[in-house]
């Protein structure tokens, strides 16, 4: 099929994975064990071979605070450029207090972009009619930038008419929810997800099973998770116009690169980069500030 793109703009799509640093080769390490998970498996120490050009730039999540990275804080810090863990001397798990929502609120990429006059962005992430009903609602740092920068959410329409994914890129997780949706290759969901990415400036997309696994130190789901998401990057990377779409992939903290813990690790976590603008932002980021600057400056210089 044609490359997808954007009338010849600049564009980004920002790919979050939950949960994946760069790990010692070990057994505990699934990576070391398992085949076909380029570009996502990494190693200390070991320069890796990324399909289509792309450039790993190893990043530092521990933003200089004592502790293992988290996700409220770490996330925080991906989406606004700001030092979360260092603002709250901690860092944070799991859902942003109210000290994150604000900094989120005012500050998010979002929101930054939305000043900056790029206007065309998306979270492409497809929310349940369940996750509105709940009350109290827990916010995840994402649902945050989205509510406060007045982006509309993705729902289940949109991922039935092709506009979007679910976390669980291949449906089976809805599906054994009772939703109907059609079940998914990693090709098909990568179609639509370069398919967002062409139709806007700015696209992220979150998926988060993978921390999931490192809590549950679950090496069998492994197994069948990392080939299976490695696929729809892959898949993805190839259908980007990478003329002129920059994809940035990268994590808030390591987690399923040792899983002879069920915490998360003090592992640096992959970037990797392809596209237009690769040189450029693999000079600029060394941790997790580095992130929603150098997007910004991708899209506006
Ligand atoms: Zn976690």
């Not at 044609?2 to 920002?14: G, P």
């Not at 962005?121 to 109290?136: D, G, H, L, R």
């Not at 039935?160 to 890129?169: Q, R, S, T, V």
């Amino acid at each position: 099929m044609n490359k997808l793109q954007f009338e010849e703009k600049k564009s980004v799509l920002f790919i979050f994975i939950d949960g994946l640093g760069i790990g010692e080769r070990s057994v505990n390490n699934p990576f070391a064990r398992i085949a076909d998970t380029e570009p996502l498996a990494h190693f200390v120490g070991e320069k890796s071979e990324i399909p289509f050009g792309g450039i790993m730039v190893p990043t530092d999540p521990r933003l200089k605070v004592e502790g293992r990275p988290q996700s409220a804080s770490g996330q925080t810090t991906i989406l606004t450029g700001i030092n979360a863990p260092l603002l709250l001397g901690h860092h944070k798990q799991g859902f942003p207090n109210q000290t994150l929502r604000d900094l989120i609120s005012e500050n998010s990429i979002f929101l930054q972009l939305k000043k900056a006059n790029i206007t065309e962005n998306v979270f492409a992430n497809a929310y349940t009619p369940q996750f509105f009903a709940e009350t109290p609602r827990w916010k995840s740092a994402t649902t945050c930038a989205v509510e406060a920068a007045e982006l509309s959410f993705r729902k289940l329409p949109d991922l039935l008419g092709g506009k979007a994914l679910f976390h669980d890129f291949t449906n089976a997780d809805l599906i054994k929810r009772g939703f109907e949706a059609p079940l998914y290759s990693a090709a098909r969901a990568a179609e639509i997800l370069a398919g967002i990415a062409a139709n806007h400036r700015f696209t992220l997309y979150e998926h988060f099973i993978t921390d999931q696994i490192g809590h549950k130190q679950d090496f069998a789901k492994a197994e069948i998770h990392l080939p299976q998401l490695a696929e729809f990057i892959r898949k993805t990377i190839e259908l980007v116009d990478l003329e002129n779409t920059t994809v940035i992939l990268t994590s808030d903290h390591g987690n399923i690169e040792d899983l002879s813990v069920r915490n998360h690790t003090l592992n640096d976590v992959p970037t990797i980069i392809w596209g237009a603008e690769k040189h450029f932002a693999a000079e600029r980021i060394k941790d997790l500030t580095d992130i929603t600057p150098t997007i910004l400056q991708i899209l506006t210089r």
